[in-house]
């Protein structure tokens, strides 16, 4: 905290250093000058605001900015501080509490912007909001953050990826505070804090003695032992090339068995809720995809005429579980406690029994989808793929291109269904003709 005899000479020698400092006017109390290292200069008033009664360190320290140097001259802001000081609190933006801006960041920024904006609740709700909520955001420091992300990254948690996700969550709402002019927010407090987890792409991919053994596992431990919503949703997962959050939200009215087709809702997509063309994506199922979801159907009717005979009576006078129900869920992967809503994307302890059973080290679940993609690479053009995966395409042809690649996508999940009968070692099927490029 240097102290300087303010003059405009002696500011305009004032060079950037690597961190950002604070010189005070040894001839006017309060008047600070902020120096970043990008070289840019703030004048700010500085004082303690509460009543005069109080301790110093008990009343709240407030920075009230002034203006960018040298658009506003020594003097000037000399001026501010002696007009400001008279009534400073009256004067002062009003202090603004964490929880107040995670409420407003969520409400505003999160619902509006992100389809994932429940995970963002679940951050702030389960860590920040805890240690935070009744603290004002101009007291979160860079120091605060760390600390806060390193109980989480070391032991006995040492969860560095759930870490890395609450830093995320903080830059991102104290980045939405600055964008509101809250002016007690005079930096982002998560800029500079490295990752706890090293930074990089995942490459991950099966082969095919691999695809066999988790295969064996999913008909085996799974499907066999009467949980195939578990074991045949791994199957699409791999058949389909789609992301797992998209398997389980399939819908059987947007299903048709019989032309193969899977008309996946943009609301199931991973694309912004801003985006312009928010039009479905058109999935095409192979012959094997679709033997699942048939199988997956007589399943469902199964389970239907069992529970309504085994629970289709009354409980003081109440339908029990909310049996007996008329027809099957739309749901192909329904929740098991509300058939009104899909299962949910956590499937840890089932991906632990496949990698020890299967005897397949570092299995992830998104593994499937980049095998999928491996494979159809090998033998169809990579346009059709990257149209089959459903990535974004950027640039004039994603605003203008919106030819479905319907044959096209077809041609390649049949592709990766001979590739996965070879992993099985079944008859591969016959290709349809080559579709255009």
């Known amino acids: 905290?240097?102290?300087?005899?303010?003059?405009?000479?002696?500011?305009?020698?004032?060079?950037?250093?690597?961190?950002?400092?604070?010189?005070?006017?040894?001839?006017?109390?309060?008047?600070?000058?902020?120096?970043?290292?990008?070289?840019k200069k703030t004048f700010y008033m500085v004082y303690r605001a509460g009543a005069p009664a109080l301790a110093s360190a008990e009343r709240r320290l407030v920075r009230l900015k002034l203006g960018r140097y040298p658009e506003v001259d020594l003097a000037a802001a000399r001026e501010q501080v002696r007009t400001k000081r008279l009534t400073p609190d009256t004067d002062a933006a009003p202090v603004v509490l964490f929880k107040d801006l995670a409420t407003d960041y969520i409400e505003r920024h999160c619902k509006?912007?992100?389809?994932?904006?429940?995970?963002?609740?679940?951050?702030?709700?389960?860590?920040?909001?805890p240690h935070w909520g009744d603290r004002p955001v101009g007291e979160i420091r860079r120091r605060d953050v760390a600390q806060l992300l390193n109980r989480?990254?070391?032991?006995?948690?040492?969860?560095?990826?759930?870490?890395?996700?609450?830093?995320?969550v903080v830059s991102r709402l104290f980045r939405f505070g600055i964008s509101q002019g809250i002016e007690q927010i005079e930096y982002n407090p998560a800029t500079g804090i490295e990752r706890?987890?090293?930074?990089?792409?995942?490459?991950?991919?099966?082969?095919?003695?691999?695809?066999k053994r988790l295969w064996r596992v999913w008909e085996e431990e799974f499907t066999a032992k009467g949980r195939p919503l578990i074991g045949e949703q791994f199957k699409l997962r791999l058949l389909t090339a789609q992301r797992g959050g998209e398997v389980l939200n399939m819908m059987w009215s947007a299903i048709d068995l019989d032309a193969g087709l899977w008309n996946k809702a943009f609301a199931f997509r991973k694309r912004k809720p801003t985006e312009v063309h928010?039009?479905?994506?058109?999935?095409?199922?192979?012959?094997m995809a679709v033997a699942v979801l048939r199988g997956l159907k007589a399943y469902h009717e199964r389970e239907l005429a069992r529970k309504n005979a085994e629970y289709g009576g009354t409980w003081n006078g109440k339908k029990f579980g909310g049996w007996p129900r008329e027809h099957i869920s739309d749901w192909v992967f329904p929740s098991r406690t509300n058939p009104a809503r899909a299962m949910a994307n956590f499937f840890g302890k089932e991906t632990a029994v496949m990698r020890t059973l299967a005897k397949v080290e570092d299995f992830d679940p998104h593994d499937l989808r980049r095998t999928a993609s491996t494979w159809a690479n090998a033998t169809c053009p990579m346009p059709w793929v990257e149209r089959l995966l459903d990535h974004e395409i950027g640039g004039v042809a994603g605003t203008y291109n919106l030819y479905a690649y319907v044959e096209q996508k077809a041609y390649t999940t049949r592709a990766i269904e001979n590739k996965v009968r070879e992993a099985l070692e079944m008859p591969l099927i016959e290709m349809p003709p080559r579709p255009p490029a």
């Open 1 to 39: 905290m240097p102290v300087l005899a303010f003059t405009e000479r002696a500011l305009q020698s004032l060079k950037p250093l690597p961190l950002t400092v604070e010189y005070y006017d040894s001839k006017t109390s309060g008047l600070a000058l902020r120096v970043l290292p990008t070289g």
């Open 112 to 129: 509006i912007k992100k389809k994932s904006w429940k995970q963002d609740v679940y951050w702030i709700d389960a860590e920040l909001r």
């Open 278 to 287: 928010q039009h479905s994506h058109l999935v095409p199922l192979s012959p």
């Open 152 to 168: 989480i990254a070391d032991p006995p948690r040492h969860a560095p990826a759930s870490s890395d996700h609450v830093r995320a």
């Open 196 to 211: 706890a987890k090293p930074a990089g792409k995942r490459v991950r991919f099966m082969d095919a003695g691999e695809i």
